[in-house]
């Protein structure tokens, strides 16, 4: 059985070493994911003309999985980097399997199911459900978050290789969040009106 190790970064540019490092470790693309909540200009006037409801998004979503704009694979996650709409925040830039599974929470919350989007993601990735919430908020507020589902002998390498690259597991980001009130993701909030993911910056 695999484990899910996920961190959240203030800098795509960090995240993306970090996706590199691990694959530089063996550390296979089908089991890599990377979801920003940081976009471009070009990459957010796509989005310009679109309002951020559930049908919305999960119609994006939906797109995207079929295209095969967030699948990784064959030349590097990285490669594989597309669009998506999540509920509650908005556009992003994501690849991997988090990201498929998002777009397909999405699309079955949409349906009338339970926790979509990638909040239900994290946590059907067995990501414990409080830390699930931290990390989604953190994509909210313009993070970025990777994830890799390893064997348990592998875990130690990648939490090493997150940490260095100055990924921030969900219990210190947490903590800082609940100083200014927050208490949980909520995906009818809507995108951030905010600029950095730390709120102390």
Known sequence: MKTTVTRLFDSRAQAESAVREL????????????????RSAEET????????????????AAKGAGTGGVLGGGVGLLAGLGLLAIPGI?????????????AG????????????????????????EKDAHVYAEGVRRGGTLV????DEADVALVEDVLNRQSGIDAATRGALYREEGWTRFDDNA???AGDLADPRA
């Open 190 to 192: 809507g995108p951030y």
């Open 147 to 150: 994830s890799a589902r390893v």
């Open 90 to 102: 908005g556009p992003v830039v994501a690849a991997g399997w988090l990201a498929s599974t998002a």
């Open 45 to 60: 006037r796509s989005f310009a003309d679109r309002d951020d409801h559930h049908e919305h998004a999960a119609s994006g």
């Open 105 to 128: 929470a999405v699309i079955g919350a949409a349906a009338g199911g339970a926790a979509g989007g990638l909040l239900g993601a994290l946590k059907a990735s067995g990501v414990d």
């Open 23 to 38: 694959e530089t470790n063996d550390i296979a693309d089908a089991d890599l994911s990377i979801v920003s909540g940081r």
